[in-house]
């Protein structure tokens, strides 16, 4: 897979570079769901805790949601708190237009910025709003930080 950088994606272990700056047409839908898994795994937190994420993990839920709101005939206004990467609120979306129910949904999460910065052609980092290393990539390898605060901070 080549993205708009000009480098090839290994979705075994995809970089914030190649997640954030790539062409994903290209990519299929397991492909994709691949990559944005083993993005979220090495990408830790300044806390010490990983990000996960999975496909279809919330659809019992969703199904208990659905069946509350079932003959609900006005639009539904929906809050969705800690989406995290937002892939289940996304599903739950998807189930409700599948029922035709109208709605507006609202969803939030704890702000996380990034900022992906250079030092050189070959050691990238992405940062937090604070400033502290999310993920390094060296020689297109990511790592998470398993350091913590101490490390580039």
């Known amino acids: ?3 708009k950088i000009g ?3 290994n979705p075994k272990n995809p970089t914030a570079r190649e997640v954030f700056l790539s062409d994903r047409s290209c990519w299929s839908e397991q492909e994709t769901q691949q990559i944005e898994e083993n993005f979220f ?3 830790r937190l300044p806390n010490g805790t990983k990000k996960t994420t999975y496909k279809n993990r919330l659809d019992d839920v969703n199904l208990a949601c659905n069946r509350l709101l ?3 005939r006005h639009q539904l206004e929906l ?3 800690a989406i995290s990467s937002g892939v289940t609120t996304m599903e739950w979306m998807q189930s409700l237009d599948a029922m035709n129910y109208s709605y507006q949904m609202d969803a939030t999460d704890l702000c996380l910025y990034g900022t992906l910065e250079s030092l050189g ?3 990238h980092l992405l940062r937090d709003k604070s400033g502290r290393p999310l993920q390094f990539e060296i020689y297109g390898w990511a790592l998470a930080n398993h350091f913590g605060y101490g490390v580039l901070s």
Do not use: E, H, P, Q
């Open 1 to 3: 897979m080549s993205d």
């Open 7 to 9: 480098i090839c994606v």
């Open 41 to 43: 795994f090495r990408l």
């Open 70 to 72: 079932s003959g609900r």
């Open 79 to 81: 809050l969705d708190l």
């Open 121 to 123: 052609d070959n050691f």
